[in-house]
């Protein structure tokens, strides 16, 4: 089981990003994909989720409105487009999978990350 999150970078407030989540070595349609993030010297908090067949999405309340997330279970590939960037949401983002976005399931495998600065 593998996932590889990827484009972070370097953006300005009020930019935009996207990042890839891909998986590999598992049926990726059987599973949820969250996207949780952490900052230095803060704890790691729940950003988004999706639900297996796409058909469920959540969202944290300080990127509603801003992120939205969505999969491609044809290139087992989950995205999070995040607008509208302000400087509290620079962080190391990570992907997780699930059996579903209930806190409940267990996250049993995440990937290693990809950093998201956003300057003033």
């Known amino acids: 089981v593998q996932l590889v999150e990827s484009g972070g970078g370097l953006v300005q407030a009020g930019g935009s990003l996207r990042l890839s989540c891909v998986a590999s070595?598992?049926?990726?349609?059987?599973?949820?994909i969250g996207w949780f993030r952490q900052a230095p010297g803060k704890e790691r908090e729940g950003v988004s989720c999706?639900?297996?067949?796409?058909?469920?999405?959540y969202y944290a309340d300080s990127v509603k409105g801003r992120f939205t997330i969505s999969r491609d279970n044809a290139k087992n590939t989950v995205y999070l487009q995040m607008n509208s960037l302000k400087v509290d949401d620079t962080a190391v983002y990570y992907c997780?999978?699930?059996?579903?976005?209930?806190?409940?399931?267990?996250?049993?495998?995440w990937g290693q990350g990809t950093q998201v600065t956003v300057s003033s």
């Open positions: 997780a999978r699930a059996r579903g976005c209930s806190v409940s399931y267990t996250l049993d495998y």
């Open positions: 070595g598992f049926t990726f349609d059987e599973y949820a």
């Open positions: 999706i639900a297996s067949t796409g058909g469920g999405t």
